[in-house]
């Protein structure tokens, strides 16, 4: 079992379950030598991860409790500002994002952000049930009940009859086909509204393609071993796909980077000086003054600067913040360009 210095003692305990869940996994039958090995190294790396979740889970509830409480008192001029400056600076940055939260939000934001609170109830109550169960000692010995089980199998077959005694099963069938649906709807939305993005990518890969191969057969066929020459023609599609979804992408992001730092300096500006006539600071109407149109173009200006200069990448530490929506991003542009 691999050593876990940074770990509590009951983090370590569970770390150690895990690891035997992952080996009871591997000594299945039918399971592929290379699937043993994979689990077996999965081990050590789902232990920190669970520690992780663990620890953080508290402070990131915390942090999404505040922030909509916030969000909840904020006028709403203030969040059409605040949604303004996301477009103005981020519009690029994340096109697909922001288009599929619009497309959520306008299909039925509600019922996904319901079949998530769902499924986030029954992730809680299996983390206290298994919580609960780690403690058991009904035998009064003094030694804890999970710990003295005979195998490997015999705790991973004690942990499944935990999770299905635990979860709510119709509320959880429901809830990812909700989620489901939901995907397929804003996906088929995403393919409309960038279909002419998705035509170039296709495009430039199909066209690249032939010369690709051409070039690149020879050397690949020359680096890799006989045994796996067969994966040569899928690495050069993939390579081909990838360049043409980057190229076109580009492309689009770039218009999109125009357009959103118009469209998003000029709705903060304007927002921005409705809600200070509302507070009372300033007595100035957007129809009695070019104020709104000078902040507003002036941000637009900005923004703009802001994410092309960058070449789309962000700086520290905006792009550790915002990873898991980078990450978002990147799966929606893939899934966007290449699901059918």
């Known amino acids: 079992m691999a050593e876990h210095r940074s770990l509590t003692a009951s983090q370590k305990r569970e770390a150690a379950r895990v690891e035997r869940i992952c080996n009871a996994l591997a000594e299945r039958e039918g399971v592929p030598p290379w699937t043993k090995s994979l689990l077996v190294q999965l081990g050590p790396l789902l232990t920190t991860l669970l520690a992780f979740i663990d620890a953080s889970t508290p402070v990131v509830m915390s942090a999404i409790a505040a922030a909509v409480a916030i969000w909840n008192t904020l006028p709403k001029q203030a969040i059409t500002a605040l949604y303004g400056l996301v477009l103005c600076f981020f519009g690029g940055h994340y096109t697909v994002t922001l288009a599929a939260v619009e497309a959520f939000r306008v299909s039925g934001g509600e019922r996904v952000t319901q079949c998530i609170r769902d499924i986030w109830t029954d992730i809680t109550n299996v983390r ?3 919580a609960a169960d ?5 035998d009064h010995d003094g030694k804890l009940d999970v710990d003295q089980l005979s195998s490997d199998k015999a705790l991973l077959s004690r942990k499944i009859g935990l999770v299905l005694r635990t979860v709510d099963p119709d509320r959880v069938i429901q809830a990812l086909g909700g989620l489901a649906q939901a995907f397929a709807g804003v996906l088929a939305t995403l393919k409309v509204q960038f279909a002419r993005t998705v035509a170039l990518a296709v495009s ?7 010369p690709a191969g051409v070039l690149l057969t020879p050397v690949l066929a ?14 050069i ?19 999109a980077t125009c357009h959103a730092s118009m469209i998003g300096g000029l709705m903060a500006a304007r927002a921005a000086m409705g809600l200070a006539n509302q507070m009372g600071w300033v007595k100035v109407t957007v129809e009695d003054s070019m104020l709104d149109e000078a902040a507003g173009w002036t941000l637009c200006v900005i923004g703009a600067y802001f994410q092309l200069s960058s070449g789309f990448s962000l700086p520290f530490p905006l792009n550790v913040v915002l990873l898991p929506v980078s990450m978002v991003e990147w799966f929606l542009t893939w899934a966007v360009t290449w699901f059918d």
Do not use: F, Q, T
């Open 128 to 130: 206290i049930a298994n």
């Open 134 to 138: 780690n403690k058991k000692d009904d």
């Open 204 to 210: 430039i890969s199909d066209n690249l393609r032939k």
């Open 222 to 235: 020359a680096l890799i071993p006989p045994e796996y020459h067969h994966w040569v023609s899928p690495i």
């Open 237 to 255: 599609s993939i390579a081909c796909k990838v360049v043409g979804m980057w190229v076109a992408w580009l492309l689009a992001r770039i218009i």
